[in-house]
T-cell receptor, first 116, second 110 residues
Framework: KAGVTQTPRYLIKTRGQQVTLSCSPI?????VSWYQQTPGQGLQFLFEYFSETQRNKGNFPGRFSGRQFSNSRSEMNVSTLELGDSALYLC???????????????FGPGTRLTVL | SQQGEEDPQALSIQEGENATMNCSYK?????LQWYRQNSGRGLVHLIL?????REKHSGRLRVTLDTSKKSSSLLITASRAADTASYFCATDTGFQKLVFGTGTRLLVSP
């Protein structure tokens, strides 16, 4: 079974631009979560989608948004990039049973975003 | 914000020795999970322990959970150089997200 894939793997942008990152979950997984990892803040939860619905959102400004498509693939968008948005963005998928405890997460390799 | 604090922040041992990492958290949990990350790459799930479990084993890994103390420990026995990585605990508090700890950087020298 193919793992979680993320594209692109590396991205360099300048302040003020916007960026879209893509995540393809493991086949059969309906939940996709996004995390931001920085040396200063560690791993921070961005949002989680299940069957095209956002179920939870972390404490990030509205410049960070996401969506999930009917095939469970997900995208996240960051508008008006700031230097502090430089980070490793990780996507994770899971079965995401409704009402159940949060399952084991399968992470992709991440997209490393550098904002100049 | 981070739920978990991990201790130690960094650990350096020789191959064959055991490595123990500790994680403390703040609120009640459904389960606690441990992940490994190699050099800023994606995380790999190691083990999940539910709130009603006290100990779990998987290969050379042993995890304990003490909900009264809100703490967990990860023991890696007979460490290998390939175990060199950062290790994170993550708590599921029931809101469809994981809250990660600060991580322990483990260095295993041949």
């Amino acid at each position: 079974k193919a793992g979680v894939t993320q594209t692109p793997r590396y991205l360099i942008k300048t302040r003020g631009q916007q960026v879209t990152l893509s995540c393809s979950p493991i086949s059969g997984h309906r939940s996709v979560s996004w995390y931001q990892q920085t040396p200063g803040q560690g791993l921070q939860f961005l949002f989680e989608y299940f069957s095209e619905t956002q179920r939870n959102k972390g404490n990030f400004p509205g410049r960070f948004s996401g969506r999930q498509f009917s095939n469970s693939r997900s995208e996240m968008n960051v508008s008006t990039l700031e230097l502090g948005d430089s980070a490793l963005y990780l996507c994770a998928s899971s079965l995401g049973h409704i009402g159940g405890a949060y399952n084991e997460q399968f992470f992709g390799p991440g997209t490393r975003l550098t904002v100049l | 914000s981070q739920q978990g604090e991990e201790d130690p922040q960094a650990l350096s041992i020789q191959e064959g020795e055991n490595a123990t990492m500790n994680c403390s958290y703040k609120t009640s949990i459904n389960n606690l999970q441990w992940y490994r990350q190699n050099s800023g790459r994606g995380l790999v799930h190691l083990i999940l322990i539910r709130s009603n479990e006290r100990e779990k084993h998987s290969g050379r890994l042993r995890v304990t959970l003490d909900t009264s103390k809100k703490s967990s420990s990860l023991l890696i026995t007979a460490s290998r150089a390939a175990d060199t990585a950062s290790y994170f605990c993550a708590t599921d508090t029931g809101f469809q997200k994981l809250v990660f700890g600060t991580g322990t950087r483990l260095l295993v020298s041949p």
